[in-house]
């Protein structure tokens, strides 16, 4: 099956002006993406994520048409999108946090319907997508409330909405749960995974909430400094970069730190143990055995290393313990 998004050996260089003495300025050339290349395949979840300034959102900007590559080769849904972006557009919903697809003084049902004159949906078609995002994304309250009255979190959801009334193939996200309080991003996360299982959207998502990222995304793409460092998926990145592991263990009573080679405790909460150990060292079933052999049990249980904490290591250069 023939890839819904191709970036082929990419490069952008921005042209800028720096200060040189008191009164001078040179023109430099800054790189911001030197040389990506990843396919996404149609009904992937991929997440793509990086530090400010590694050349994230000048990747997504050239996959959606926005920006033109200055060398290499971007193909979306099987079009340039810098020469087909009206074809490209139809065929892509879109949310980027300074970008909106509503407009600010009218209300939300009405900036529906114009985007369905802009799209040219079918009115049945419309009506079927939006009654859905109005009942799962739970708009219903606030749909004659003008955009510019919103909340952060209510405006978003609206964001969403508009993204996906046309029934778009792929479904580029920049931050979708920003601003939403923890019930409400379960709600959105399940609702994307929903479109993607039943419908086949294919979602592209980067955001620094790195829980949207375990939630929705198969695989991971890792950006720094303009350059891919990682893809593959979330078990991938644990494997090679996430060596600690955490064996949580539940004693039948509460008693000294657990001693056993392999393994030391970082902390004690009454009966229960966290004992973390390189899984270079030891495996998970080696030290459970020595612990049951030794120490009366209730339950244990395998703790991975976050996400957050194996990107943070990636992103500050700190070298993965092997």
């Known amino acids: 099956m023939s890839a819904i998004i191709r970036v082929a050996d990419v490069r952008k260089t921005f042209a800028v002006w720096r ?29 793509y994520v990086g530090p400010n300034g590694a050349g994230k959102s000048t990747t997504i900007k050239m996959i959606t048409g926005v920006l033109v590559p200055t060398s290499g080769r971007v193909a979306t849904c099987g079009l340039d999108p810098s020469r087909h972006r009206v074809e490209v557009a139809r065929r892509i919903g879109v949310v980027f946090g300074q970008r ?11 900036s529906f319907a114009l985007l369905r004159h802009i799209y040219r949906t079918s009115a049945p078609a419309h009506r079927a997508r939006l009654d859905e995002c109005v009942e799962h994304l739970e708009l219903a309250p606030f ?14 959801r609206g964001e969403l909405t508009a993204a996906l009334l046309h029934g778009p193939e792929l479904l580029v996200l920049d931050e979708p749960t920003v601003g939403l309080d923890v019930l409400s991003k379960a709600k959105v996360r399940a ?9 086949g959207t294919t979602i592209l998502l980067t955001s620094h909430d790195l829980d949207d990222i375990e939630h929705l995304c198969d695989r991971l793409l890792i950006v720094d400094e303009g350059r891919l460092v990682h893809d593959g998926s979330l ?19 509460a008693g000294p730190p657990i001693a056993v080679a392999g393994a030391t405790v970082t902390r004690v909460d009454g009966p229960r143990q966290w004992l973390q150990f390189s899984r270079s060292a030891t495996t998970a079933a080696a030290l459970v055995a020595a612990v049951a052999e ?23 250069r700190l070298p993965a313990t092997r």
């Open 100 to 110: 909106s697809l509503l407009w600010w003084d009218l209300p939300l049902a009405d």
């Open 143 to 156: 749909l004659a409330v003008p955009v510019r009255q919103l909340s952060l979190g209510q405006r978003m």
């Open 235 to 253: 078990d991938d990145l644990r494997e090679r970069y996430g060596d600690t592991r955490t064996l949580v263990v539940d004693l039948i009573e």
């Open 294 to 316: 030794r120490y009366p049990l209730r339950d244990l249980s395998i703790e991975e290393p976050a996400i957050e904490d194996i990107v943070r290591r990636i992103y500050t």
């Open 19 to 47: 200060k040189v003495g008191r009164l001078r300025r040179e023109r430099v050339l800054v790189e911001a993406v030197a040389g990506i290349s990843f396919a996404v395949a149609p009904g992937e979840t991929v997440g």
């Open 191 to 199: 609702f994307l995974r929903e479109r993607n299982a039943r419908d």
